[in-house]
C-alpha cells in the first residue's frame, strides 16, 4: 500500500484548553474539574494544555466564547459530570435547548427555554477518524448534551469557534478508572491529522489470503502487509483495490465483501483501512512494488505491518 502524506500542522504549538466544572447541587465535588486541574502543564504531540474550572452558571457557560474573542487554541475538550451514566459519553452536538430540573449555583430555573433560537450546534471534531472501540472505558457517541449548564457551555463555545478548531463535550460517569487516560487519549485523536482511507485486499485463494512484503527500497522495507493503497478522488474501496492491486501485482480482480475498517496511527500518518475480500479473474503475478509474497492459513506467518495481524485473523475467522 503506497501513500504520500499532505498535511499542514497550523496548529502546531497552540494551546490546548480543557475545562471542567466546580460542584454543583448536592455533590461535593466533581470529577471534570479534578481530571481538568491534573492535566495542567501536561504536553502532547507538541502542544501543552491549559486547565480552566468553570462556574455552573450563565457565566461559566460563557467564559470561553469570550476567551474565543481574544485567544486561539489547538483544540478545545469541554469535561463535565453525568451522574447517571455507566459510560463516558462524547458529546456531537448541543442543542439549541435548556430545561433544568436543578437550579445552577447562582440559583437561575431555566425551563423550557432556546439559548439562541438559531438552531442546535455539532462539534468540530471529526468522529469517524476515532477509533473509539479502542479507547478507554468504551465511551459511547451521543448527539445530546442534556439540557442544563454542559449543553449550555458547549452550544456557546461551538458558537464561537473556528470550525477548524476540534471541540466537544466529554460527559464522565462518576466512578470511572482512569478518566485522565481518556481525556488524553480524546485529545490525541483531535490532534490527529485526518484520516487517509486506504484499500487493503483479501485476495483469496483456495482458502488461503495473500501477503506481501514491501521491498527494501520503500518505507517500512521487509514488513508483510495486504495489497492495495490510497483512494484517488471519486473511488471506493472496491475502486481503489481493482486499480491498486493491478499496478501492484498485474492481477485482475473483482471485489466481495467488506471484511471491516481498521485506524491505525503510524506516527507521522494516521489511516483508516478499509478491507475488503478480492478474487483472482486473470492474469500472472509481476512485483513492482513487493519483494517476496505468500499464500497464508493463519496471521501469524509472517511479520505484518501495523495492524495487519489483526486485520489476518478477522480474515482467518472467514476461511
Not at 481503489?240 to 491505525?264: A, D, H, M, Q, S
Request: with cysteine.
Amino acid at each position: 500500500m503506497l501513500f504520500e502524506l499532505e498535511f499542514l500542522a497550523d496548529n502546531v504549538d497552540k494551546r490546548v484548553l480543557v475545562t471542567g466544572f466546580e460542584p454543583f447541587g448536592h455533590h461535593k465535588a466533581n470529577v471534570s474539574g479534578e481530571v481538568a486541574i491534573s492535566l495542567q502543564g501536561e504536553t502532547i504531540r507538541n502542544h501543552i494544555i491549559e486547565s480552566l474550572i468553570l462556574t455552573v452558571d450563565e457565566n461559566g457557560s460563557r467564559t470561553v466564547s469570550k476567551l474565543l474573542e481574544t485567544n486561539t487554541y489547538a483544540a478545545i475538550i469541554h469535561i463535565g459530570l453525568a451522574e447517571n451514566a455507566t459510560r463516558p459519553r462524547i458529546e456531537v452536538r448541543a442543542k439549541d435547548f435548556l430545561n433544568f430540573t436543578i437550579p445552577d449555583n447562582l440559583g437561575r430555573l431555566v425551563k423550557n427555554q432556546t439559548i439562541s433560537g438559531d438552531g442546535d450546534r455539532k462539534s468540530t471534531i471529526r468522529i469517524e477518524d476515532w477509533d473509539v472501540g479502542n479507547m478507554i472505558d468504551n465511551p459511547e457517541i451521543s448527539d445530546d448534551a442534556g439540557d442544563y449548564i454542559c449543553n449550555e457551555t458547549l452550544y456557546h463555545t461551538l458558537s464561537s469557534i473556528d470550525f477548524r478548531t476540534p471541540c466537544f463535550f466529554l460527559h464522565l460517569p462518576k466512578n470511572q478508572s482512569n478518566a485522565k487516560g481518556l481525556v488524553l487519549q480524546c485529545i490525541d485523536r483531535m490532534l490527529r491529522p485526518a484520516c487517509v482511507d486506504v484499500g487493503a485486499g483479501a485476495i483469496i485463494h483456495q482458502g488461503k489470503f495473500l501477503a506481501a512484503r514491501r521491498s527494501k527500497d520503500e518505507k517500512h522495507a521487509g514488513w508483510w502487509e495486504f495489497p492495495g493503497g490510497k483512494f484517488e478522488d471519486g473511488e471506493n474501496a472496491s475502486e481503489c483495490l481493482i486499480r491498486e492491486i493491478f499496478e501492484e501485482l498485474e492481477l485482475v480482480v473483482e471485489t466481495g465483501e467488506l471484511i471491516g475498517k481498521w485506524i491505525y496511527d503510524h506516527g507521522d500518518i494516521v489511516v483508516r483501512l478499509h478491507v475488503v475480500e478480492c478474487f483472482i479473474v486473470s492474469g500472472e503475478i509481476n512485483l513492482h512494488v513487493h519483494d517476496k509474497l505468500m499464500w497464508c492459513d493463519g496471521p501469524d506467518e509472517v511479520d505484518w505491518l501495523g495492524p495487519d495481524r489483526d486485520i489476518a485473523k478477522a480474515i482467518s475467522a472467514r476461511l
